[in-house]
């Protein structure tokens, strides 16, 4: 079982960047770093929405409509960390964002079994 912790979130202004940072919580030597993982967000009102999704070996990027053009993402197995980094900031972009692991990359979000609580991500014009 592979339990995920966001940080990073809070209140920025247009324009802004920020980075969000998915991390396991507790000791899972090997497991995480052996899972593919994306960043999900859902606004209010609105459906839960794919950003982008990275293999475990860190390699190609699968991004949706969503994370087309301000959004990175990256791994570090050894620190059994990803980052989101999102550039640009629009208001639009507020959400609570989320990061999910699976054994493949997807823009299903039925394809991942990992999920963390969310960061909120508030962005002001």
């Known amino acids: 079982q592979v339990q995920l912790v966001e940080s990073g979130g809070g209140l920025v202004q247009a324009g802004d960047s920020l980075e969000l940072s998915c991390a396991p919580s507790g000791r899972t030597p090997g497991t995480f770093s052996s899972l593919a993982v994306a960043w999900f967000r859902q606004a209010p009102g609105q459906e839960r929405e794919f950003i982008v999704a990275l293999p475990w070996s860190g390699g190609s990027r699968s991004f949706g409509h969503a994370g087309q053009g301000r959004f990175a993402i990256s791994r570090e197995n050894a620190r059994d960390t990803v980052t989101l980094r999102i550039n640009s900031l629009k208001p639009e972009d507020t959400a609570v964002y989320y990061c999910?692991?699976?054994?493949?990359?997807?823009?299903?979000?039925?394809?991942?079994?990992?999920w963390g609580q969310g960061t909120r991500v508030t962005v002001s014009a």
């Open positions: 999910a692991a699976g054994n493949l990359p997807s823009s299903d979000l039925r394809d991942y079994n990992y």
